[in-house]
T-cell receptor, first 115, second 115 residues
Framework: AQTVTQSQPEMSVQEAETVTLSCTYD???????LFWYKQPPSRQMILVIR??????QNATENRFSVNFQKAAKSFSLKISDSQLGDAAMYFC????????????FGKGTKLSVIP | NAGVTQTPKFQVLKTGQSMTLQCAQD?????MSWYRQDPGMGLRLIHY???????DQGEVPNGYNVSRSTTEDFPLRLLSAAPSQTSVYFC??????????????FGAGSRLTVL
């Protein structure tokens, strides 16, 4: 079974500052997708960003960007200009191969945003 | 569109009781799945379905049954509840694999307590 490691159980960031959440994984696949999901206190799972492993260019969605290092099997999330609404649990989740839709989730990183 | 609807939102059971968690989606998604989330853990896949009449096991299937008689519905059945099944359950759906789009849409979750 695939394992996903998020080494930072908790992190905090000052409002308007930048924070990076780390994620490493193992997979034997060459073509797969990786996702970051956000879970605020409401419990709703919300997609933040996704990356296709065959694309070398790192994905960006507004204030959110990733640093994808395929050889190192590393997929970190950078949040710029942090806002109070960014406070949540963040989960890294690679799938089991392109098109599989079966995600393996890390244990999550709890992000606090300090006003 | 309602998206993915889960019922009930909260449920308390006694050990040995049976119940069904309902999941319905109105997006004509072919892929549906059930995850459970325990404290300090990421989401873990229980069962999934790639279309009506087709189901398969995920990482933690023991103690759970599923069926998929229609595209819209994917109920999760606990035949004899155990305290170890106390968890928050999430249903998720997505487009067909062939389309290449693979973003999961999650329901709001169902919190189950087994006494």
């Amino acid at each position: 079974a695939q394992t996903v490691t998020q080494s930072q159980p908790e992190m905090s960031v000052q409002e308007a500052e930048t924070v990076t959440l780390s994620c490493t994984y193992d997979t034997s696949e060459s073509d797969y997708y990786l996702f970051w999901y956000k879970q605020p206190p409401s419990r709703q799972m919300i997609l933040v960003i996704r990356q296709e492993a065959y694309k070398q260019q790192n994905a960006t969605e507004n204030r959110f960007s990733v640093n994808f290092q395929k050889a190192a099997k590393s997929f970190s999330l950078k949040i710029s200009d942090s806002q109070l609404g960014d406070a949540a649990m963040y989960f890294c989740a690679p799938d089991s191969g392109a098109g599989s839709y079966q995600l393996t989730f890390g244990k999550g990183t709890k992000l606090s945003v300090i006003p | 569109n309602a998206g993915v609807t889960q019922t009930p939102k909260f449920q308390v059971l006694k050990t040995g009781q049976s119940m069904t968690l309902q999941c319905a989606q109105d997006m004509n998604h072919e892929y549906m799945s059930w995850y459970r989330q325990d404290p300090g853990m990421g989401l873990r896949l229980i069962h999934y379905s790639v279309g009506a009449g087709i189901t398969d096991q995920g990482e933690v299937p023991n103690g759970y049954n599923v069926s998929r008689s229609t595209t819209e519905d994917f109920p999760l059945r606990l035949l004899s509840a155990a305290p170890s099944q106390t968890s928050v359950y999430f249903c998720a759906s997505s487009y067909s694999i062939s389309s290449g789009a693979n973003v999961l849409t999650f329901g709001a979750g169902s919190r189950l307590t087994v006494l």
